[in-house]
Structures are given as structure tokens and as C-alpha cells.
């Protein structure tokens, strides 16, 4: 006899696990399956954010800045340390202790919530019903009154440069190496390629990242961009704009990368090469042919505003459908569709979703760009204050970047808010909120700041946009 669920969630990653803990707070019996195995064999809940992604990434980040700030920052506080050693074996323990704690953290959010988490893969099939193959057991079918695909995504792989787990690697054997190689290729100046070419470049790695893009950043805003690249550079980040890598060879001390930019075919030899050119959505034995579910012509799943796909009571949340693959997007995808299941008002805004970079400075963005706001014919108006002038940002020796506000010149509407400095991914959480409730740069200009504080520095880019700043002289 099968087993029959209210909603069958398939994937536990960001978008899965909270679209199976929300279900189940609305009354659902459910089930959420996945079939994530990590390197040493354990099958976990939390998908790629947690396991190979997100949190694991900002584990190095974090122990390898604070490495770096004690070899290059450290001595202007008075802190005198000699011989500073990393010791690659306890910050990888460490990563892996973090991972691990939020990994098992979801298995006890299921049983606390009440949802079956079952280890296998879920296959949707006609009429809401879902084959489930256990890594142990017999498979089963089970049914479903609603069915939510959140399978998730994984990283691109060029055919020029195949992955090999050992000289050519992707992101996730990236955050496991075991130790500091002295050159490092990355393939990919975007999120993933900075952050995890920040982490080796400050543990002692030559980096050269490879972008074949000519724009730093294209997506974020000029100013932005620009600051960025500045300071990346400074830290001796080898940025190559406008370089289309045309092959990469694997030999026994290294890759031979072959490249074309401006001035012809370059060549770079590296001890490992670093794929980062984006991520794919994983749809691979998800649904049968006959299950109903349409894909684009770039792989997603076809699904509405509210995440509906052509078939009345299944939906696709996460990377495996359109829009930004980011771990808060995702989730908020399953709150909304787990609500909509439950009978409630929900909707997502996708114009106020936070994009983050928890490079050093961080860099962080919500809204539009003022290329985005120009080229829509609104007429504007612009405020920034940069951190140099923060006495929070002076007290904690780091002043790189400012904070910039673009508004509307008829209502003052905040259109986007822009921000490279000191913790960028905090404080744009206001940002987000204006947004959200249209707000204009007078109510952030009359709303208190605490100070010392490196929010001020968003206070007064507010001010900035009047020509009324308080602590650093007006253009």
C-alpha cells in the first residue's frame, strides 16, 4: 500500500527544507525528499548552500580574512604577532564541524515540524505521483495533493576544460583543498569565482581570474564595479577582463590554459584551474516524460509568478526555475508557495531581492543601477558617502567603498541602493526594506541612526541625494 502525503517536496535544499517547514506549519502531512551525499559518503539535508555552497564558502572567508587581517592589519591596533601561521587542516576541520551542525540542524527542523525527511530520489510521475528510490529499501510510489520541485542547481561544466576533482575542479573541490597551491586559475569573475579566489589568494595562492566579459561586474552598478576592481587588485587578485579561454590541459604539475583577449592568444600556466563560469539547474530523472513539466530553452522549469507549473498542483521553486540563484530567493519561494498551497494571500517581489559578494570589501545591492534607471527615462538624483568619512569604519581600519542611493527626482522614491565597504551584506538589509515599502530618501533622512555605527554611512548617503549631508562636503 503507498503512502500519501498533502505535499511531497522534493529536494531539501534552501528552497525544499523551507518549503517543507512552512507546509507543515499550516497543517500538511509532509514529505521532503532528497539524496544529497557529501565527500566522505553521508547523505545530508541543505543541498548545495549548506553543504558545498553558501555556508561552507563563508566559513574560508572568514578564516582566512581574519588570517590576513592579523598578517596585515593587525600591527595598527597594537597587536604585534610574529610568524603568523594558517594551519589548513583545522580551518577545513572547522568548515566542516559548521557544515555538519546546520546540516543536522534541518533533520531535527523536520522532526520538530512534523515533516517526513526521506533519503533517495524523488521522481515526479503522472498525476502527482512521485517514485521514490531509498538508498536503502524498496522503491515506492508515493501520492500526492501537491508536489513542489525544488531540485536545485550545480555547476557548469565547459567542454574545453572538463572537471577532473584534481588539477580542473569546480566550487565545491574548491572549499575541500587540503592545501595552499601556489598558483590558482579561475575561470569566472563573477560571485563564486571572487570569493573562492579571495580565500586562496589571502592564504598565500597567486590567483588569476579569467573573465570573458570586458565589464567588471556587469551586473552591479558602475560606481560599484569600479571601486571593486580597485581594491581587488590591490590585494593582488591577477583580474583578466575580455579573456575567452579556448582550452585547458591537464598534466602531471599543473594546467596549460590557452586564452584569447584583445591582444591575441595568451597562454597561463596554473596548478589548478577553477571553473566558475555559473551554475545549471539539475532536472536530470526529475519528472517522467509524461509528467506535464515544460523546460526553456536554457533548462529551467516553466513556471508563473507564483511558481506554478503547467500542471494544476505542482510547483517549482529554487534554482531549477527562473530568476537569481540565491539561497534567500529560494527560500522565500517556498514560503510563498507553501502559503498559496494553505489557501493564503502570498506573492513575491523580485525587484528588491539582495545580491551580496562576501568578498573584502563586501559588496551588496538592491534595486536598480543608475544605467537600469537611466536607460528607462526617469528622471533621477544620486547621494553617496563613502566609509573613509565613518568613524565606525575609521575605528574598525576599514574605510575602502562608500554607500550610493539612487532616487526618483519627482516622488524621491528609492530606486536602488548600492554598497562596497564594511559589511555591505548587513547593512543592505535597510536598503531592502525601503524598497519594500516604497520608501522615499526623506524617511531615511529622519530616521535615527545609532551612533557610531556603519549604518550612518546609508543615513547620510540618504541626506547625500538632497544635498544635505552632514559629515562629508556635498557635490
Known amino acids: ?111 520538530a515540524a512534523g515533516v517526513e525527511g526521506l533519503v533517495g530520489h524523488g521522481k515526479l510521475l503522472k498525476g502527482k505521483q512521485v517514485e521514490f528510490t531509498p538508498v536503502k529499501g524498496d522503491q515506492e510510489i ?67 581570474i579569467l573573465e570573458a566579459m570586458d565589464d567588471f561586474l556587469f551586473m552591479a552598478d558602475r560606481d560599484v564595479a569600479k571601486v571593486a576592481a580597485a581594491e581587488f587588485r590591490k590585494q593582488d587578485l591577477d583580474i583578466r577582463l575580455g579573456a575567452m579561454v579556448k582550452n585547458a590541459t591537464a598534466g602531471e604539475s599543473g594546467v596549460a590554459v590557452e586564452y584569447e583577449d584583445k591582444n591575441g592568444t595568451q ?33 529551467f522549469i516553466v513556471v508563473d509568478d507564483e511558481c506554478r507549473t503547467r500542471v494544476k498542483g505542482v510547483y517549482a521553486i529554487g534554482d531549477c526555475v527562473r530568476g537569481p540563484m540565491l539561497a534567500h530567493k529560494s527560500s522565500e519561494e517556498g514560503v510563498m508557495v507553501a502559503d498559496l498551497i494553505a489557501g493564503e494571500i502570498a506573492e513575491m517581489n523580485y525587484d528588491v531581492i539582495p545580491s551580496v559578494l562576501y568578498t573584502n570589501p563586501e559588496i551588496a545591492w538592491t534595486g536598480k543601477t543608475e544605467a537600469e534607471v537611466k536607460e528607462s527615462g526617469r528622471a533621477y538624483k544620486t547621494g553617496q558617502f563613502p566609509f573613509m568619512a565613518s568613524g565606525r569604519a575609521k575605528a574598525m581600519e576599514q574605510t575602502s567603498g562608500f554607500v550610493k542611493i539612487i532616487a526618483s527626482k519627482d516622488d524621491d522614491e528609492v530606486l536602488g541602493v548600492h554598497i562596497v565597504g564594511p559589511m555591505a551584506g548587513e547593512l543592505i538589509s535597510e536598503a531592502v526594506l525601503a524598497l519594500e515599502f516604497s520608501a522615499s530618501t ?11 555605527s556603519l549604518a550612518e ?3 547620510e548617503a540618504a541626506l547625500a541625494v538632497d544635498g544635505k549631508a552632514l559629515n562629508f562636503p556635498n557635490r
Open 1 to 111: 500500500m503507498s503512502r500519501s502525503f498533502d505535499v511531497v517536496v522534493i529536494g531539501a535544499g534552501p528552497a525544499g527544507y523551507i518549503a517543507a517547514i512552512r507546509a507543515a506549519q499550516h497543517g500538511k502531512r509532509v514529505a521532503c525528499i532528497d539524496e544529497w551525499q557529501n565527500r566522505d559518503g553521508k547523505y545530508a539535508f541543505g543541498g548545495t548552500c549548506l553543504n558545498a555552497g553558501c555556508i561552507p564558502s563563508k566559513a574560508l572567508l572568514e578564516s582566512s580574512e581574519l588570517y590576513h587581517r592579523a598578517g596585515h592589519e593587525f600591527g595598527k591596533h597594537g597587536i604585534d604577532i610574529d610568524g603568523v601561521e594558517m594551519n589548513i587542516a583545522a580551518m577545513q576541520k572547522r568548515r566542516a564541524g559548521i557544515v555538519r551542525q546546520l546540516t543536522g540542524g534541518i533533520a531535527g527542523l523536520f522532526k
Open 142 to 208: 508515493i501520492s500526492a495533493k501537491h508536489v513542489i520541485l525544488a531540485s536545485g542547481s550545480e555547476p557548469i561544466e565547459l567542454p574545453i576544460a572538463k572537471f577532473d576533482g584534481d588539477k580542473i575542479i569546480d566550487s565545491w573541490d574548491t572549499l575541500e583543498l587540503e592545501a595552499v597551491p601556489e598558483t590558482l586559475g579561475v575561470v569566472g569573475a563573477g560571485v563564486i569565482g571572487l570569493e573562492l579566489g579571495s580565500v586562496w589568494a589571502r592564504l598565500g595562492a597567486k590567483v588569476t
Open 267 to 299: 597562454t597561463l600556466e596554473v596548478e589548478k584551474l577553477v571553473v566558475a563560469v555559473g551554475r545549471r539547474p539539475v532536472t536530470r530523472e526529475l519528472f517522467a516524460d509524461d509528467a506535464g513539466i515544460q523546460l526553456d530553452e536554457r533548462g
Open 442 to 452: 526623506e524617511d531615511i533622512q529622519r530616521t535615527i541612526h545609532a551612533h557610531p
Open 457 to 459: 554611512a546609508v543615513h
